[in-house]
């Protein structure tokens, strides 16, 4: 899975440990693939994160995980 190898060595991928990426997809309100797919996007313009490296298929698809993870 894409966000386990990009992810997770930064955030935890559950509800609770080191950054939990459900919270943060939470506080953004990351419930639209579309909305999602726009941070992917942006990520390298974060100062502590490195930018995603994929095809857009891998995008779509952590777009769609961070949404379900949003919900
Ligand atoms: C090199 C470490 C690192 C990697 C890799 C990384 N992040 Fe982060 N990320 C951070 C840090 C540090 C923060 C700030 C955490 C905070 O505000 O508590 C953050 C914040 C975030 C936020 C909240 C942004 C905001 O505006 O508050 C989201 C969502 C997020 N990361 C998603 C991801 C996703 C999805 C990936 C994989 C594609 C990823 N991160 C990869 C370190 C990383």
Do not use: N, W
Not at 18 to 33: D, F, I, N, T, Y
């Amino acid at each position: 899975m894409i966000a386990l190898l990009q992810c997770s060595a930064c955030h935890a991928l559950g509800d609770s440990g080191l950054r939990p990426l459900s919270a943060l997809v939470k506080k953004l309100g990351l419930k639209e693939q579309t909305s999602a797919e726009a941070f992917i996007d942006a990520i390298g313009a974060y100062p502590y994160m490195p930018p995603f490296v994929g095809t857009p298929e891998e995008k779509k698809a952590l777009g769609l995980y961070l949404t379900t993870l949003a919900k």
